[in-house]
């Protein structure tokens, strides 16, 4: 396995780092958003229970404790509770403006990887083939085979390594994305849900 790696010459290095940053990217995000949609959903519940007794302490008590961006803005709203409806919103508004690059976090450099993978796999293949050619130029008809082997093995490796790296990261890229719409959504649904009660409109 280390003589194929080997093979693919001086842009697996860059290409073995970047699938490195990606796995442990993919890792994290994964984690952390496990972790935040159970954090929030007993949120939600020590809420509803805090809320109904008037208990506004323990309403940020139960958010500092979640520490998740649903949290930080629920509790944005709770200190701001006295607040006339429009500031308040627009205040809210605002908090969750700040908070959503929680979610995209690390999301960018994922997806420069998936990018920079494939351009790193392809510029091994030319380099692999310009050295090929140069084999076939200095050594009459066929060359030296063992040379020419080596630099069609180094084209060749790039650029699958290039591909294993990027085609994972490009479509974990596009499910962070996804799920990061998503869970802005559920935030808006539940910050609104959360606002209503604070300022009478429900109970």
């Known amino acids: 396995m280390l003589e194929t790696?080997?093979?693919?010459?001086?842009?697996?290095i860059p290409i073995i780092v970047c699938?490195?940053?990606?796995?442990?990217?993919?890792?994290?995000?994964?984690?952390?958003?496990?972790?935040?949609?159970k954090k929030d959903l007993k949120l939600m519940s020590d809420l509803n229970d805090s809320l109904s007794s008037g208990n506004f302490e323990a309403c940020a008590v139960a958010c500092a404790q979640a520490d998740t961006p649903v949290s930080q803005v629920i509790k944005k709203a709770v200190?701001?509770?006295?607040y006339d409806e429009k500031d308040l919103r627009e205040i809210v508004e605002a908090e969750m403006d700040l908070v959503v690059p929680r979610f995209e976090h690390l999301l960018s450099t994922l997806g420069t990887i998936a990018n920079i993978a494939t351009l790193l796999g392809l510029l091994g293949t030319v380099t692999g083939n310009i050295k090929a050619f140069?084999?076939?130029?200095?050594?009459?008809?066929?060359?030296?085979?063992?040379?020419?082997?080596?630099a069609i093995a180094e084209a060749l490796m790039t650029t699958v390594a290039g591909l294993c790296v990027s085609i994972p990261s490009l479509i974990f890229h596009n499910f962070f994305v996804s799920r990061v719409n998503h869970c802005i959504v559920e935030m808006e649904v539940k910050v609104t849900t959360i606002m209503l009660r604070l300022i009478g409109r429900v109970r």
């Open 5 to 12: 790696l080997k093979s693919g010459g001086f842009f697996m």
């Open 134 to 150: 140069g084999v076939l130029g200095a050594g009459g008809t066929m060359g030296d085979p063992t040379l020419l082997a080596g």
């Open 19 to 37: 699938g490195i940053v990606a796995t442990f990217i993919i890792i994290e995000r994964c984690i952390y958003f496990a972790n935040i949609k």
């Open 79 to 82: 200190d701001c509770r006295r």
